[in-house]
């Protein structure tokens, strides 16, 4: 069981940076791999970014290639996500998720967070 909790979201301008944090707690966080995903109003959960757990490798939706950003310190048990030259059609509810196995899939993860809002918007 792994529970997860997500910080960080807020209103920011076009062209700003924001960066999200995820802290997890529960049994071994540290082997689990952790995914960023986004859900904007009207639309499907999507993968953001992933990474995992056994060997660092991250993985990214192509539309936030090159300014986004994952890392995660296993010592404070967190992952984050910097997000930089962010767009209005960032815009949306950021979740934090983990799952066993090396997945990132919007509808495959086994735990997830509560969520933190992120709108870009001038």
């Known amino acids: 069981q792994v529970q997860l909790v997500e910080s960080g979201g807020a209103l920011v301008q076009p062209g700003g940076s924001l960066r999200l944090s995820c802290v997890a707690s529960g049994s071994n966080p540290n082997y689990y791999t952790i995914g960023w995903f986004r859900q904007a109003p009207g639309k499907e959960r999507e993968a953001v970014s992933c990474?995992?757990?056994?060997?660092?490798?991250?993985s990214y939706a192509d539309s936030v290639k090159g300014r986004f950003t994952i890392s995660r310190d296993n010592a404070k048990n967190t992952v984050y996500l910097q997000m930089n030259s962010l767009k209005p059609e960032d815009t949306a509810v950021y979740y934090c998720?983990?799952?066993?196995?090396?997945?990132?899939?919007?509808?495959?993860?086994?735990?997830w967070g509560q969520g933190t809002q992120v709108t870009v918007s001038s």
């Open positions: 990474i995992i757990s056994s060997d660092g490798s991250t």
């Open positions: 998720a983990a799952h066993p196995t090396p997945i990132c899939l919007p509808t495959g993860m086994a735990y």
